[in-house]
T-cell receptor, first 115, second 120 residues
Framework: AQTVTQSQPEMSVQEAETVTLSCTYD???????LFWYKQPPSRQMILVIR??????QNATENRFSVNFQKAAKSFSLKISDSQLGDTAMYFC????????????FGAGTQVVVTP | GAVVSQHPSRVICKSGTSVKIECRSL??????MFWYRQFPKQSLMLMAT?????????EQGVEKDKFLINHASLTLSTLTVTSAHPEDSSFYIC????????????????FGEGSRLTVL
């Protein structure tokens, strides 16, 4: 079975600063996807970024980037130039390639961006 | 972008009644949809996988007779909470996996806005 661990319940960051959220996972799968989802107060789940395990290069989406360390089973998210609209709960999620669509989520990290 | 709509967004019911929640893909076909449950300040837990035209697959510990899932068309899955009790109060979220028709890549996942169920 897979487990996804987010050890930071809450992170606070000032506007324009950078914050890094940690995520570790445990799996025996060799091919899988990792995701970061954002859930703002509206509760709508929004995909932030995804990483395919067989790709060495770290994914980047504008101000969001990941540090994927496959051997260490670590998948951290860096939010640069934080904006007030980034305030949300962030979930790390794991998906087996052979179980497409079934996501296993971590406990979440609440990010609060302050002016 | 693709839209997945859930209805109702909020529902309050009396204990012992049944409640139906719809998950509809508005502009794409979804042969597979997923139902999650989220308790306050907690993570999303996968309840079941809904496949069009076949029986749903439930995760371990989820009562299939309690949470009835029907996926009658390529754009609609329904979750019925039968004989609801206060402990069933939760936020229910669906996601839909695009089947690849039109301009959506096969396998893309889209989430609904969620449905908050309160059982009195």
């Amino acid at each position: 079975a897979q487990t996804v661990t987010q050890s930071q319940p809450e992170m606070s960051v000032q506007e324009a600063e950078t914050v890094t959220l940690s995520c570790t996972y445990d799996t025996s799968e060799s091919n899988y996807y990792l995701f970061w989802y954002k859930q703002p107060p509206s509760r709508q789940m929004i995909l932030v970024i995804r990483q395919e395990a067989y790709k060495q290069q770290n994914a980047t989406e504008n101000r969001f980037s990941v540090n994927f360390q496959k051997a260490a089973k670590s998948f951290s998210l860096k939010i640069s130039d934080s904006q007030l609209g980034d305030t949300a709960m962030y979930f790390c999620a794991f998906m087996k390639l052979r179980a497409w669509g079934k996501l296993q989520f971590g406990a979440g990290t609440q990010v609060v961006v302050t002016p | 972008g693709a839209v997945v709509s859930q209805h109702p967004s909020r529902v309050i019911c009396k204990s012992g009644t049944s409640v139906k929640i719809e998950c509809r893909s508005l502009d794409f076909q979804a042969t597979t949809m997923f139902w999650y449950r989220q308790f306050p300040k907690q993570s999303l837990m996968l309840m079941a996988t809904s496949n069009e035209g076949s029986k749903a697959t439930y995760e371990q510990g989820v009562e299939k007779d309690k949470f009835l899932i029907n996926h009658a068309s390529l754009t609609l899955s329904t979750l019925t909470v039968t004989s609801a009790h206060p402990e069933d109060s939760s936020f229910y979220i669906c996601s839909a996996r695009a089947s690849g028709t039109g301009d959506l890549r096969a396998g893309e996942l889209f989430f609904g806005e969620g449905s908050r169920l309160t059982v009195l």
